[in-house]
């Protein structure tokens, strides 16, 4: 009985130290395959925005779906948003309250934050 117990703890203790880890490693390594993601489509819109000059329109979803956006995930939204003055955002939009996952052009880095840019 003392054995149990004592295991039982033990992996309680393991549990509780293995989340804390989890959630304190940085967003490249917790969130890698989504950043990977979004690389390549910020690549894309990037060299979008070379060829014509101008960013994707926020509803030209033909284009943007070229570009790799994909429009509905059953798990995770990847929102794409334009402001008047050149800048956009994407944002991998995951239940009703953020934080999200986030890239500005502005601050160009990956971020766990709110969208700075509205429609």
């Not at 549990?15 to 959630?23: D, F, G």
């Not at 990037?46 to 943007?64: F, I, M, R, S, V």
């Amino acid at each position: 009985m003392k054995k149990a117990l004592i295991i039982v703890v033990l992996l309680l203790i393991l549990i509780i130290v293995s989340v804390t880890v989890y959630w304190n490693l940085p967003i490249e390594i917790t969130r890698k395959n989504d950043i990977d993601t979004g690389n390549k489509i910020i690549q894309n819109i990037e060299d979008y925005q070379k060829n014509y000059g101008k960013l994707p329109d926020n509803n030209d979803y033909k284009t943007l779906k070229i570009l790799g956006l994909k429009l509905e995930d059953s798990r995770v939204y990847l929102d794409y948003i334009t402001d008047n003055k050149g800048n956009f955002e994407l944002t991998y939009l995951e239940g009703f309250d953020g934080p999200y996952l986030l890239w500005n052009s502005k601050e160009r880095k990956w971020t766990i934050d709110y969208p700075k840019i509205y429609k």
